[in-house]
């Protein structure tokens, strides 16, 4: 059996917000296995993004364990930390806000060798920033310029080589192609599939649009206010879905067919997401579930396995 590269336990993030605890994480735990894309889905205020952030630890856990290559990284000093922090990188929505204008890029991308002391000589660092632009598709004419000259499919390609020069093991991709036109964002996602082939990376890819995150993802974890619902391998989890949330999400992708469109069965979602904000016992779906019984309201579903590799939370199906 493979050794997972990263093994979340039980990760809970919390937030004291005056009048209440905000459980932006709830309790979610999944291995992802090296080389491997875990995508992870869910409406906005789901949490997700929180749980990108806690997973490295750009956030402090409020409680749980993140297992990479034998340790907890949550028990690990401040010193300890900034070792680890070499092997994980984090790629964010909007590259234009994590760039700093001011800048070039030359000096963007050379930003973690400079703090970490990567090279000998000013040419081995020159060398080093062309080698990664070369790797996402830039080049030696893009190294004197500025963020605001570049497309946002660009920049994104320049925040990408820069959380690739300390050579991490693991990425974590919080929706990084939402904000792109449709036309670039398949040139991103091609980009990241191709980098993780040929540098072996372990992604962690966050995101709403769930026909993208079929495209890159091995298996992928569908999450609703803090707790994971479904995780199951890409295919299995868009073909079969088990619970009632991924089956709602699925049925408002439009198909490209219109015959097909026309015959599905949309199920919709009544209302908004509900408040993080001090839930309730129970299923958090409950309030929006056509199927809820006695027990959705008293009693927390856990994520038990349906069939084999296919892990659902519901107490119905
Ligand atoms: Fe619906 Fe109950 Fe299943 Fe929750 S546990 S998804 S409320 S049927």
């Known amino acids: 059996m493979k050794t997972p590269l990263i093994s979340a336990k039980n990760i809970k993030k919390h ?106 000589s000013h040419k081995e660092r020159s060398v080093r920033v062309l080698e990664l632009l070369e790797l996402v598709g830039l080049g030696q004419e893009h190294v004197m310029r500025f963020p605001h000259e570049f497309s946002g499919g660009q920049r994104q390609r320049i925040g990408l080589a820069r959380a690739l020069a300390l050579n991490p093991k693991f990425i974590v991709c919080d929706e990084p192609i939402s904000a792109l036109d449709v036309s670039i964002q398949a040139q991103v996602v091609n980009l990241l599939k191709d980098l993780q082939n040929r540098l072996g990376l372990t992604y962690l890819f966050i995101a709403h649009d769930l026909s993208m995150v079929r495209y890159i993802s091995n298996r992928v974890g569908v999450m609703y206010l803090g707790h994971i619902m479904e995780l199951a391998d890409s295919e299995e989890l868009y073909i079969n879905p088990i619970h009632p949330y991924t089956k709602a999400l699925l049925s408002a992708i439009p198909i490209p067919d219109p015959e097909i469109q026309r015959s599905r069965h949309r199920i919709m979602l009544e209302g908004d997401v509900p408040s993080p904000i001090n839930p309730k016992e129970g299923c958090r779906f409950v309030d929006r579930c056509a199927y809820a019984q006695d027990i959705c309201r008293t009693t927390t579903p856990k994520l038990i396995e349906k069939k084999e590799n296919h892990f659902a939370a519901c107490h119905v199906f």
């Open 15 to 120: 937030f004291d917000v005056g009048d209440g605890i905000l459980k932006a994480v709830d309790g979610i735990s999944f291995d992802i296995f090296p080389g491997e894309t875990l995508g992870l889905v869910g409406e906005s205020g789901c949490g997700k993004s929180t749980a990108g952030r806690t997973i490295i630890r750009l956030y402090e856990p409020t409680e749980g364990e993140l297992i990479f290559i034998g340790q907890n990284i949550y028990e690990l000093s401040r010193k300890e930390m900034q070792e680890v922090r070499r092997d994980f990188q984090m790629i964010f929505q909007d590259p234009y806000a994590s760039l700093n204008p001011r800048m070039t890029v030359e000096d963007i991308v050379a930003e973690p060798l400079d703090i970490h002391h990567m090279y000998e």
